[in-house]
């Protein structure tokens, strides 16, 4: 700006001072620039008085604010006035950032300038420089923002787009390369053309509705990309609000294709797992954690002809015959609470109104953690069998009986015989002899009789039960005393006194058939050992033999009714009920039955009781 023969200065001035724009009038006095005159406008843009920075330096009153490592204000604004100094040219910076002190305190704030310094020539001489500002910090910060959000919108895994009403803007990066859009193609509704045609006008409906709305929503859908792949995406659209009004929306998008296939086929193991249930005979059922039950097969509802949903969590115990519920109850609860598998014989009300004998068995699942999540259960038709073994079991207690009293009056007789003997014909060693071996066999019968009762009763669920609290060291000590081990000796270790609440007699008979069994299948063991032991809540009671052991396909079946795990050697008789009969004992008790066996290293038989 040349003023070639303007000499009132003051009057140029004053112009200045009531230019409508941000000007500021400095010297050119390196590096001062000392401030001679300011616009009102500059004042108000600047949080400034002109009182208070006329005669100043320009870098005194506009310093680069403290501690800001980033600041380049007054460096790049002394470049510029240089030029200008230097040249007599205008210079126009490029946009500065340069943050302005508001009056009385510490703070600065952001502020981004457009900025032209313009030299004012008198007489060729260099005497001002005319410093011109706009204030551009919203669109500045507006681009800074715009451009940090497609910095991190093209580094994010997750496809994201952005709309004006249903009109696409923006798509980063993952949209492009999962759909095989390019950036112009998926601008406006060219989006729409990556979707699965199924799913186009289902996805337009829910975005419109969202516009009206005003509102978000969530959807799965599918796409397909320029290789003719189907993909599943998920999407989430969130309205985005600047001062009170929506201004766009953002989608995010995630490919789940992997875990839609992985649904998928659960969805399909599922639905033939439940086409395999419903084939089956037997009625299957899935019970949570707590024992609620959640499915039952067709089956189930064929036979109780109950409706779908009606025997759902506890409705099952209304098809149970009376008599049997709290019985069932008990084991169940028992099953829940120890995660030991269910088993048990109860009635179910068939849909005739008679009622049925099943078999109820039932194991629990456990997630990666050994935690039980659910229970798998099922039930199976045993009525034809129970009512042939109540048959037989009414044979067996009517022969039983019948056994007894002849049997009685034989042992009479043959005591009267041999106390006539010893007295009369004490030297006649070959019919003592004889009447001893009479004795064992009147014995042994009396023994089968004994398990065929005790065993009947447990089948009719007539097993009495008599508990009393007795030291069952004292016990163990007693029974073993009087038991013919042979040629082996019984060691008792572990406790030396343990308290339990039991029928002593029943025990006595589960320790005497133990004791009995080791001896008789292991009489090369040198030593029995009986050890008794404190197990949480539970007294143990082990006895281990050092004979042959046994086979492990045979271990599951020991405690079966009739079953005999050496049938091929009948050197020892016996119907293969004292395993059962010992089994249903202890578990009458609310204890745990089991063996430990290796074929050469002996065998461990062991049962707990509650304390």
Known sequence: MNFTGVKNHNAMLAIIRNLPGNYLIVLPNAPTFTIVEISEAYNEATYTRREDILGKGIFEVFPNVPGDELADGEQNLTASFNNVIATHQNHEMLVQRYPVRIPGSDVFVERFWLTINKPVIIDGQLHYIIHSITDVTESKL???????????????????????????????????????????????????????????????????????TNGSFESKFRIVNKLNETRWLTVKVLPLHTDGSITEFVASLIDITEQEIAN????????????????????????????????????????????????????????????????????????????????????????????????????????????????????????????????????????????????????????????SLLRNRPDDHVLISMISSCFKNVKKLNKIIADLVDANSIGLGELLIKK???????????????????????????????????????????????????????????????????????AKVAI???????????IKYLFDRYYRADTANMKYSGMGLGLYVCANIIRSHGGSIGVESKVGNGSTFWFTLPI
């Open 142 to 212: 507006l681009k800074s923002r715009e451009q940090y959000f497609k910095a991190l919108a093209d580094e994010s895994p997750f496809m994201i787009l952005r709309f004006a009403g249903a009109s696409c803007l923006y798509a980063n990066t993952a949209w492009m390369q999962t759909t095989g859009l390019s950036f112009e193609e998926s601008i406006g509704l060219g989006y729409l053309k990556a979707l699965h045609p199924d799913d186009v006008e289902h996805e337009k409906d829910l975005f419109n509705q969202a516009v009206k």
């Open 264 to 419: 998928q086929r659960i969805r399909q193991s599922e639905m033939l797992l439940r086409q395999l249930a419903d084939s089956i005979i037997q009625m299957v059922w899935v019970t949570d954690a707590e024992g609620m039950h959640e499915y039952y097969n067709k089956r189930w509802y064929d036979f109780t002809g109950i409706a779908y949903g009606e025997s759902d969590g506890e409705g099952w115990n209304a098809v149970f015959h009376p008599e049997d519920q709290q019985r069932a109850w008990n084991v169940w609860r028992h099953s829940l609470a120890t995660g030991t598998p269910y088993e048990i014989e109860y009635r179910l009300r068939k849909f005739t109104g008679e009622y049925i004998w099943v078999l109820g068995r039932a194991a629990p699942y456990f997630d990666e953690h050994g935690k039980i999540i659910k229970w798998f259960g099922t039930c199976t038709d045993i009525h034809e069998q129970k009512l042939l073994q109540h048959q037989k079991d009414d044979f067996i207690n009517i022969a039983s009986h019948e056994l007894k009293t002849p049997l009685t009056s034989l042992s009479a007789n043959m005591q009267f015989i041999e106390r």
């Open 468 to 538: 009393e609290r007795f030291d069952i060291i004292k016990l163990l000590q007693d029974v073993t005393s009087n038991i013919n081990i042979g040629t082996s000796t019984i060691e008792i270790v572990g406790k030396s006194s343990l308290m339990v609440n039991a029928d002593a007699g029943k025990i006595e008979q589960v320790v005497v058939n133990l004791v009995n069994n080791a001896c008789k299948y292991a009489g090369e063991s040198e030593v029995i050992m009986v050890k008794a032991t404190l197990d949480d809540e539970y």
């Open 544 to 554: 281990t033999d050092q004979g042959k052991g046994i086979q492990e396909d045979k």
